[in-house]
């Protein structure tokens, strides 16, 4: 038998025998590969029932809906006690209002008085977007003797109770510019700045998102104002 031959027989033996331990090899990392997806894919189906069934999530949850039935009990008890509206009330009401909850903001107004129906379209607008407080206005000329002894001498006067005590008081726009054309905006600032109202994360969003539209529509217009020049 030719050496040479023999030699290349053997030779092509050794290289078929690696390429077929090489191919096992791989199928087994396949298989292996496989394994492991199918595991994980256990795994997770696994853990996603453990969530499911997971007490402390379980106890979060309801500790949330607690809380949310919680706040709108808060909420309708509020309603009750004239809370989220702008209400004329009566000299013989004022004590039981004034006392009956935490905070509570009184306008004194004249009917016949400009600046006090400017004032009370802000006040009513203010009203339902700020239920911790109760919105109120007293008719000054039906009202002497809380007139009196609150010393109120300048119409429109707004005084802040908190607790039964007057705290605070707005006298005219004088904190307000001393203008007429004050907004709603300006006059929740003052009362947020005075503590009467809580800050009202919805409305400040809303603000935001008109502003920053105002300010696009602004750029548009000048933009537009360019290349027609």
């Known amino acids: 038998m030719d050496p040479n031959a023999v030699k290349s027989t053997l030779s092509n033996l050794a290289f078929g025998n690696v390429m077929a331990a090489a191919a ?25 029932d453990e969530l499911m069934d997971d007490p402390e999530l379980e106890r979060l949850h309801a500790d949330r809906i607690a809380a949310l039935k919680k706040e709108a009990e808060k909420r309708q008890e509020l309603k009750r006690q004239g809370h989220g509206e702008y209400r004329e009330i009566t000299e013989g009401d004022f004590l039981a209002e004034v006392t009956g909850t935490e905070k509570v903001i009184c306008h004194f107004y004249h009917r016949e008085f400009y600046r006090c129906k400017i004032m009370d379209k802000h006040l009513k607008s203010l009203a339902p977007r700020h239920l911790e407080t109760k919105f109120v206005k007293l008719d000054a000329e039906n009202a002497p003797f809380f007139v009196a002894k609150l010393a109120i001498k300048t119409l429109p006067c707004v005084i802040f109770f908190r607790n039964g005590i007057a705290i605070d008081r707005l006298v005219g726009f004088q904190d307000l510019g001393g203008k007429d054309d004050f907004t709603t905006k300006a006059l929740e600032i003052l009362l947020l700045r005075k503590e ?24 548009s217009s000048v933009n537009a104002d360019s290349d027609s020049d």
């Open 196 to 219: 009467m109202i809580k800050e009202n994360k919805l409305e400040e969003e809303e603000d935001d998102d008109y502003h920053e539209n105002r300010q696009r529509t602004v750029r």
């Open 24 to 48: 096992r090899d791989y199928h087994k990392e396949l298989m292996a590969q496989e394994k492991a997806q199918a595991s994980a894919t256990a795994n997770e189906e696994v853990d996603l």
